[in-house]
């Protein structure tokens, strides 16, 4: 059996005031968008990251820093 994790990354941040996505916040040297990969890459197969149209850098840019073996798609 494949394990797909599909994160949602789209979000605006602007319910917490943010003028940018929350995903892309650091929180302890560490991105939402990282922290959460790094939680799923042991298990799953691929992880599908949906971001916001034009977020497509810094996302991929974010993702480049976790380790992950598995098929990766933005």
């Not at 149209?53 to 992950?68: I, L, N, Q, Y």
């Amino acid at each position: 059996m494949k394990t797909v994790v599909l994160m949602l990354a789209a979000g605006s941040g602007s319910r917490m005031g943010l003028k940018q996505n929350k995903v892309f916040l650091s929180l302890g040297g560490k991105s939402v968008l990282q922290r959460s990969m790094e939680a799923f890459a042991s298990i799953a197969d691929e992880i599908i990251v949906v971001h916001r149209p034009g977020e497509e850098e810094p996302a991929r840019a974010e993702t480049e820093k976790v380790s992950f073996s598995g098929i990766l798609r933005l």
